[in-house]
């Protein structure tokens, strides 16, 4: 005869004990009528890779996690390892709350019915699953499996409103999904002020206040032919070596480069982020700070966090208010203590309605944000794609020749400084800056005309703070084909943008070490540039990013450098020059006059607005061979055999007439 009553509690991307609404309402109310609590949390075959987590000599039943067109992993290292740290955190602070996780791997549909079953049949009742409710197209599938399997087995599911964004569905002014206005702004001004509009933050519950947990005894174990680790170690490396060959045939960590984000994964480390940028002065100078290239300060580093649910962007509101109000004697000393909301404060609650957007966005447009049309359904097919049954009419370039192209983008040897030194920041550490996502995404998509979805997908596999709804929509608004309501017009020069954001090219020669020798900036920014007799003694000579760029921008500068915010006078390039960082590294020494002989294009200048951002990939690339010193020429073997060679490409790929250099930024950033 069953005893009891107990709910599986599905923990899906709220990876906390704190600001949960379901613990909350298990720990604060007496009617809910269970009498235990099972937390699960499931590892998805189609969205994570589980092979590592295979009993010796087992061949997994699923197909690898890789995305639909660059065939690369789901979920990359960083993430891996970010997600297993998150999901060791929740699990060792619900131990604290007398609680404990269980961790499975399968489809939703398999655990539930392997775990139900076989809690029945130890005598366990089972009275619900709950869930908090997601938007993604694959997790609405999901939702559906587990209602459909809760419904043969007789059990009620119920789906929570998901809490840990700004502004709570509840209070939205929408009537349906529709009602979701397609320019942001026009968004923004419905919710402000934004300062007033988050709801409270609910309180972690108390010890022992948490219904019964199931003994461990009673809980079917994990069907064949996976086992789930009993320690961290190697639970983190069950996730992470599958994986791991994506970075194999990267070079060495370059001498004197950090990490923007070398921070650990879960709820505790979140709060202990949070607290540091508040008291470091970071949140306050947020908003002059947010387009910064090196360091771990320029932005907040809370958007891994936030994906994970492992804080809220109303946890983190509150602490604002904390500080600003001077109520939080914690934070007493901060820079701005009780000035209420400052620049820096008032940026960020922007930044968190944003994401609420791009969610937003997604709950209307559904599967649309995968689609290479877009929100726009854009039927112009001008991408070029790699993929034979995907290639344009008007496409001249062989599919094999894009390629290589992509594979080059993706593994920092194009002749772009700004681009490589992304693409190569990416491979090491998962993290590229807000600003350098925003150009990658148009040299790809706009210079080159390349399928946008292989950098949407490359961003989701590598990104430590990969968000579907905010990567897939912001590769979107810069593809073109998103709610930009500048479209196709917006357009980055990655050169001219260089000059302004890496004023001394610190962050270039931070991460593409071929180029530190390099004086001028106009050379260190575009090696190819470089006079041909310097080559050698460069080490230019047999870089594929000097012999053979893969796109080439006539772009030169005149005059001494003026100030910190705008440092060379030009006349070409549409925009104001943005603040330079700290040094990491040794510069060689600038010339002052490097740039007096040289032939400039226009000096208009553009109003750039102080928001942007760009998030997002799907993917699984494996390493290579024959990076040696600086990339060099031909052998370069890229993604499981894909990709091969840098040599025989044209220098202008056949590209359309360019548009005008972009005149602004995306409206917000991704990378919060």
């Not at 600003?435 to 997908?457: C, M, P, T």
């Not at 772009?555 to 915010?565: D, H, L, M, N, Y």
Request: aromatic letters at 10%; glycine letters at 10%; a neutral charge.
């Amino acid at each position: 005869m069953s005893t009891g009553n107990t709910l599986v509690y599905i923990v899906r991307h709220d990876l906390r004990v704190s600001d949960n609404p379901i613990l909350h309402h298990l720990a604060s109310t007496s009617d809910h009528g269970f009498t235990h609590v099972l937390p699960l949390f499931v590892l998805l075959p189609h969205q994570i890779e589980v092979s590592g987590f295979l009993k010796e000599g087992s061949q997994s039943p699923f197909p690898e996690a890789k995305s639909k067109v660059g065939r690369y992993w789901r979920c990359g290292p960083h993430r891996a390892k970010f997600i297993a740290q998150s999901i060791w955190n929740l699990k060792e602070n619900l131990e604290k709350l007398g609680s404990d996780l269980t961790i499975r791997i399968g489809t939703y549909g398999e655990v539930l019915k392997s775990l139900i079953d076989g809690l029945r049949q130890d005598g366990l009742n089972v009275g619900g699953v709950w869930a908090i409710e997601e938007e993604g197209y694959e997790e609405k599938r999901d939702e559906k499996n587990i209602e459909d399997t809760c419904s043969s087995l007789g059990v009620d599911f119920r789906k929570w409103v998901d809490e840990k964004y700004f502004i709570d569905d509840r209070d939205l002014k929408l009537d349906n999904p529709q009602d979701l206005p397609d320019v942001f702004t026009t968004y923004r001004k419905m919710m402000e002020p934004l300062r007033e509009k988050p709801r409270a933050v609910l309180p972690t519950p108390p010890k022992d206040a948490l219904p019964k947990l199931v003994e461990a005894v009673k809980i079917p174990s994990q069907p064949s032919p996976f086992e789930i680790p009993s320690s961290y170690d190697k639970f983190e490396a069950a996730l992470f070596h599958p994986v791991s060959g994506v970075l194999s045939g990267v070079p060495p960590f370059p001498e004197g480069a950090k990490s923007a984000h070398p921070f650990r994964g879960g709820e505790d480390s979140a709060h202990t982020r949070l607290n540091y940028l508040i008291k470091s002065g970071s949140a306050y100078s947020y908003k002059s700070s947010r387009n910064g290239l090196l360091g771990s300060d320029f932005s907040t580093k809370l958007s891994a966090y936030l994906a994970q649910g492992c804080i809220t962007a109303r946890q983190v509101h509150d602490q604002l208010v904390g500080y600003e109000d001077g109520k939080d004697d914690s934070l007493a000393g901060s820079q701005g203590y009780g000035d209420g909301e400052d620049e820096g404060t008032k940026a960020i609650r922007f930044e968190l309605l944003w994401r609420d957007y791009m969610r937003l966005c997604t709950r209307k447009f559904k599967g649309k944000l995968f689609l290479r049309s877009g929100f726009r359904d854009d039927s112009n097919n001008k991408w070029k794609s790699a993929k034979t049954e995907e290639v344009a009419d008007g496409q001249e370039q062989p599919t094999d020749e894009i390629s290589k192209i992509v594979q080059r983008i993706f593994d920092g040897t194009t002749g772009m400084g700004l681009i490589d030194a992304s693409q190569r920041e990416l491979l090491h550490t998962g993290y590229t800056s807000n600003r350098a996502r925003q150009n990658v995404a148009s040299f790809l998509a706009k210079h080159l005309s390349i399928d946008w979805r292989y950098g949407a997908e490359w961003y989701e596999m590598l990104l430590v703070d990969y968000d579907v709804s905010s990567n897939w929509a912001n590769w979107q608004y810069v593809a073109g084909v998103g709610n930009d309501p500048r479209g196709e017009a917006r357009i980055f020069n990655p050169v001219k943008q260089a000059f302004d954001y890496d004023k001394d090219g610190e962050y270039v020669r931070c991460w593409v070490p071929e180029v530190r020798e390099i004086e001028k900036l106009e050379h260190v920014f575009q090696a190819w540039t470089t006079p041909k007799e310097d080559w050698d003694r460069l080490g230019l000579t047999g870089l594929a990013m000097a012999e053979d760029p893969i796109k080439k921008i006539d772009f030169s500068v005149e005059g001494k450098p003026k100030t910190s915010r705008r440092p060379f006078v030009r006349r070409r390039g549409h925009g104001r020059g943005g603040s330079g960082r700290a040094s990491q590294l040794p510069s060689p020494k600038q010339s002052t006059t490097a740039n007096e002989n040289e032939t400039t294009a226009d000096g208009q200048q553009d109003n750039q607005a102080q928001q942007g951002t760009i998030e997002t990939p799907r993917g699984g690339f494996r390493g290579g061979r024959g990076y040696g010193r600086g990339y060099r020429g031909r052998g370069y073997r890229g993604p499981r055999g894909g990709y091969r060679g840098n040599r025989g490409m044209s220098s202008n790929y056949g590209q359309p007439p360019q548009p005008p250099p972009i005149q602004q930024l995306a409206p917000a950033e991704q990378a919060l």
